[in-house]
């Protein structure tokens, strides 16, 4: 392994072991699991920052491909219900995860990229939308897809906001998927 792939390895494991406090990995501590110096952070990524959301990408982007698999482990199930099911998967991974998600949602937010996470996300999602709703055009599908996503986004962003203001605990796996499914019902037009 080069040492450019050990950085990301040992701080991949740094992040994953701090959790919600990645303020607590420290160059100094990547460099020591690594095995390099400490000069080479800032020559491969340009600084910490920089290489933890590099990280964050790469650990994102095992976990939307999961994702996008999804449709062949519910083989036997409607296409709401594949949505509905992909769509609690992605809340309790942003919700279990919060940290490292909310660095790849803002990441993508401020810095959009081809193929980036909030892509990928919107791709997996996309033919089971259409799938949905056969009668919608194609323009209707990206659209109502596009919206999907952006209510997850902040229903995941700004969670405390969203509870308060539709008196709602979203911190909680079963009020979260209540509110996904109203807000499938909502965006689809259809009953399950």
């Avoid at 590099?54 to 698999?69: D, K, L, P, Y």
């Avoid at 949905?132 to 209510?151: G, N, Q, Y």
Wanted: net charge negative; glycine share 4%; proline share 2%.
């Amino acid at each position: 392994m080069d040492n450019k792939e050990a950085i990301i390895q040992a701080t991949i494991k740094l992040i994953e072991e701090k959790g919600e406090h990645l303020e607590e990995v420290t160059v100094r501590e990547i460099c020591k699991r690594a095995g390099v110096g400490l000069g080479l952070v800032n020559y491969h990524f340009g600084n910490k920052d920089k290489l933890i959301k590099q990280c964050i990408e790469r650990m994102i982007n095992g976990t939307v491909e999961h994702f996008q698999n999804i449709r062949e482990k519910t083989d036997g199930f409607t296409p709401f219900e594949k949505l509905k099911c992909l769509g609690n998967m992605t809340l309790d991974f942003l919700f279990e995860h919060y940290a490292i998600s909310k660095i790849s949602v803002l990441t993508d937010m401020q810095s959009p990229k081809e193929n980036d996470n909030t892509y990928r996300t919107y791709a997996a999602y996309l033919p089971l939308v259409a799938a949905c709703r056969p009668d919608w055009d194609e323009s209707t599908v990206k659209r109502k897809t596009f919206c999907l996503i952006s209510v997850m986004q902040q229903t995941f962003l700004r969670y405390e906001t969203t509870s308060t203001i539709l008196d709602i605990d979203l911190s909680k796996k079963e009020n979260r998927k209540a509110w996904h499914t109203q807000i499938l019902h909502d965006i689809l037009e259809v009953s399950e």
